[in-house]
């Protein structure tokens, strides 16, 4: 009788507690949250959602031309693995450009996108067209994508960038928040100018200078501070302004709109001791209040402070995703700082590239010039198909001989001999330039410096 087989060892499954696992798998959906929504890269400044949309407007007529918000929605759905109200609800949000919204949009728009007054009257995404802005153009993200890397969309049929690399670090120039699971990031705006002398202050003595936060058009009251704990929080008030002995309320703190100001407004006149007897709402697309005091009271601009006390505090949160894809809490200046670095390592590369280009330039302008020279456009005819053709270039050391055997007969003359001695010497000159920039780190940081001071004198002349 055969020996029976012994059955293999059983399998058994690693023990652990549900606690744990619960935790792990807590662990696993916050992050992807984190990195799939919420919380922006450091050094495009970008959500996901966000990268989406300006990736699918640059491949669509939307790089130039306005398109209805809906269609672009849709297109960017190509990228974007969620629902068409989000993506047109974000669109919408980059192209408003009123106060404590964009500073700097990204986005262009035509059609109402709503207003500090009441931020949430966006049209219907059927009635509003959108188009990458000038800004985003000049800003670099775009000129930076032959040198970017790319990962395979959610279905896997198109490639999207892993984040776009500017000028400067767009991060800090619009408002930004973001609430996922365990974690949030409360970015304010900050102005260019200011930015960017930051950065020129990195670049030469590798200490940013510091940042307060900066909205365009806001003249109320602000304040940028530590709190007990250490952690700085930006505080926003109202603001006023006089003309022909009448006082007007001009300007709410952050978060508020129309509504909340006239329920505040109410509130003091009903107070017993207020000296606020009435107002009269002027509000168009910005605020604009008369305000009219009890008889014999006029107020100085202490009395307006302390009568309209009521503020609005931020408690501000740097978390971003950093180039090494980590979660970490930064300051503005860290950023600024962890961004120079990177933009550095991010031009070689593109210079590397750029030499690679020139240098085959030169090549192939060199072997154009012993083509005519050495009259191979007279031996072709001897020759019995391209192929042939091609195997004695080869033969000859020649390196382009696909190139050269498919060139058309009017660049065989010597005029062409002279254009491309010509180029040579372009070409020449370039690759010395580029290889300077990478190997001189002097040379490559007064590159940086003169782009964002160009891109200073068109977007934020004279501190504008």
Same mark, same amino acid.
């Given at each position: 009788m055969a020996a029976k087989t012994p059955s293999p060892p059983r399998k058994t499954t690693p023990f652990t507690y549900f606690s744990n696992q619960v935790?792990?798998?807590?662990? +696993?959906?916050?992050?992807?949250?984190?990195?799939?929504?919420?919380?922006?890269?450091e050094t495009d400044?970008? +959500?996901?959602? $966000?990268?989406?949309?300006?990736? %699918?407007?640059?491949?669509?007529?939307?790089?130039?031309?306005?398109?209805?918000t809906v269609k672009m929605a849709g297109m960017a759905m190509a990228y974007h693995p969620h629902g068409d109200k989000s993506i047109q609800d974000a669109?919408?949000?980059?192209? $408003? /450009?009123?106060?404590?919204?964009?500073?700097?949009?990204?986005?262009?728009?035509?059609?109402?996108?709503?207003?500090?007054?009441?931020?949430? %009257?966006?049209?219907?995404?059927?009635?509003t067209e959108v188009r990458i802005s000038d800004f985003a153009k000049d800003v670099g993200f775009f000129e930076s994508l032959p040198d970017i890397e790319y990962v395979a969309n959610y279905d896997e049929t198109e490639d999207e960038p892993t984040f776009f690399v500017g000028k400067i670090p767009v991060i800090l120039l619009n408002s930004i928040m973001g609430i996922a699971t365990g974690f949030r990031t409360n970015i304010p705006g900050h102005k260019l100018g200011d930015v960017i002398d930051s950065m020129i202050e990195c670049l030469k003595k590798g200490k940013p200078k510091k940042l307060a936060p900066w909205y365009r058009g806001f003249r109320g009251f602000q304040e940028f501070r530590l709190n007990d704990d250490g952690e700085p929080v930006f505080s926003t008030g109202f603001g006023f302004s006089r003309a022909e002995g009448k006082v007007f309320l001009t300007d709410a703190p952050q978060n508020w709109n129309r509504s909340k100001v006239v329920d505040y407004l109410e509130s003091l006149i009903d107070s017993k001791d207020n000296v606020l007897r009435d107002y009269t709402d002027y509000c168009t697309d910005v605020y604009k209040f008369e305000l009219?005091? /009890?008889?014999g009271f006029a107020p100085t601009d202490e009395n307006l402070m302390k009568l309209f006390?009521?503020?609005n505090n931020e408690s501000l949160v740097y978390n971003v995703i950093t180039t090494e894809g980590r979660l970490e809490r930064q300051t503005p200046e860290?950023?600024? #700082?962890? @961004?120079? +670095?990177?933009? /550095?390592?991010?031009?070689? /590369?593109? @210079? +590397? #590239?750029?030499s690679i280009l020139e240098r085959e330039k030169i090549d192939k302008n060199?072997?154009?010039?012993?083509?005519i020279k050495e009259k191979w456009n007279h031996k072709v005819t001897s020759i019995k198909s391209k192929s042939s053709f091609e195997d004695q270039l080869k033969k000859s050391n020649f390196k382009y001989y696909e190139w050269l055997a498919g060139l058309p007969v009017y660049r065989m003359t010597m005029d062409e001999v002279n254009k491309c001695e010509e180029a040579i010497v372009e070409a020449k000159n370039q690759f010395k330039y580029f290889q300077k920039l990478i190997k001189e780190d002097r040379s490559l940081t007064q590159f940086m410096i003169d782009e964002i001071k160009e891109l200073r004198e068109k977007w934020d002349p004279a501190g504008s």
């Open positions: 935790h792990l798998d807590q662990q +696993k959906y916050s992050r992807y949250v984190c990195d799939s929504r919420a919380i922006p890269h400044g970008l +959500k996901p959602v $966000q990268r989406r949309i300006l990736w %699918a407007m640059w491949n669509s007529s939307s790089r130039n031309n306005f398109t209805k669109l919408s949000a980059m192209a $408003q /450009k009123f106060t404590f919204a964009n500073n700097y949009p990204l986005v262009a728009g035509e059609g109402t996108f709503g207003d500090v007054v009441d931020p949430s %009257a966006v049209a219907s995404p059927r009635y009219a005091f /009890k008889r006390s009521r503020l860290s950023i600024i #700082r962890r @961004f120079c +670095k990177y933009r /550095k390592q991010h031009l070689i /590369k593109r @210079f +590397k #590239r750029l060199t072997e154009l010039i012993r083509f």
